[in-house]
């Protein structure tokens, strides 16, 4: 099992970044997938998750409106489009794979949010 993110790097306020998860392993369709973050003293928390279709999506009160998860399970691979980015976003992402209890992480970006 395999997840593999990409996208992240230092951007100016008010900037975009488009994260990447790769995903090999395991059967992509039926998971699950989740973005994590954590700041640096602070516990991890969740950010968004899409359900194993895509037909649901949920997302933290603090980026909703500016970010959008989305997945293509034709390419194993899941997306967090990060818009309107804030100093407060600056954070490690983490790609989660969920489905019965199991879960898988991958190791991480980081997005530094700074002028």
């Known amino acids: 099992v395999d997840l593999v993110e990409s996208g992240g790097g230092l951007v100016q306020p008010g900037g975009s970044l488009r994260l990447s998860c790769a995903v090999s392993?395991?059967?992509?369709s039926s998971w699950t997938m989740k973005w994590y973050r954590q700041a640096p003293g602070k516990e991890r928390e969740?950010?968004?998750?899409?359900?194993?279709?895509?037909?649901?999506?949920n997302y933290a009160d603090s980026v909703k409106g500016r970010f959008t998860i989305s997945r293509d399970n034709a390419k194993n691979t899941v997306y967090l489009q990060m818009n309107s980015l804030k100093p407060e976003d600056t954070a490690v992402y983490y790609c989660n794979a969920l489905r019965w209890g199991t879960m898988y992480w991958g190791q991480g970006t980081q997005v530094t949010v700074s002028s």
């Open positions: 969740l950010v968004a998750t899409i359900t194993s279709a895509g037909l649901t999506t």
């Open positions: 392993g395991f059967t992509f």
